[in-house]
């Protein structure tokens, strides 16, 4: 079925939990200084880990029957760091290649995605390119996504609204459906100061086609949920059209997340409740797990679900 008519009609989607950090702190796998976990696909230790993480969440999709959402580990593969570490776009197909062999293993309902992010720091609100300059930034990386043959785009932590704009309307062009995923603060803004509000308002006045919906992803949901009860974002369209968030299982900062050598998490349970309690506030529909996220937290949130 066609993802956007899915995302419309279901109680619920999933999406993979944490990848990044349980690469390193379980199976101590490096990154490439570049793009991240892009070539991971080309080593039989990085094919082995990734399909191991990847076959339990796809599991655990299959057995409380729920589509499954997977996204290439490609948010750092933009054209300048491809370049410079001498990579094309076969490196986008050999990604998408993994996943669709993981897809065929597996009976459950799957639909595999090409993952974009910002060009500066994610965790930052005064590094962001402007509309215009993220257009024409991100056009390459999102055609070549398409050309490798994903069923939809998703910018996932984008810090500042011009750049998601940008973003927007360089995944638009491509024909695909699209998801775009905001880094926010617990004060209900952006990292650049914009209200959720004003920036789903400026994405759904200025890029066509329109995303899909609205998420977040690399916060906990007590911090969405404190940034979802702000005035200005009780709003019609805030609650129509946010719709999903991958959760970190910690409300530490994302950057002491990502750079602790333990894992720093709470139990799954009380985290799917917290994630799933957020339905009150917005049409939540997908749901999926971020930095201290495993196989455990997804499980009891595919329950909860």
Known sequence: ??????VA???GM???GALGTRLKQEYGISFHEEVVMAPLVRTEQGR???GALWSQYVEIARCHGLPFLATTPTRRANWERMERASFGPDLFRDNVGFLKALREKSPGEMYIG???GCRGDAYRGDQGLSAQEAQRFHSWQAAALAG???EFLYAGIMPTLPEALGMARAMGATGLPYLISFMIRRDGRLLDGVPMREAIAAIEEGARPRPLCYLANCVHPSLVREALSQPFNRDPLVVRRFMGLQAN???LPPEELETSEAPMTTAPDDLA???LSLRDLCDFRIWGGCCGTDDRHMEALARGI
């Open 1 to 6: 079925m066609e993802l956007s008519r899915r």
């Open 14 to 16: 999933l999406m993979e």
């Open 9 to 11: 009609g279901c109680r």
């Open 48 to 50: 082995e880990a990734l």
């Open 148 to 150: 490798s043959g994903v």
């Open 114 to 116: 090409g993952l974009m």
């Open 273 to 275: 409740r917290e994630m």
């Open 249 to 251: 299982a910690s409300p």
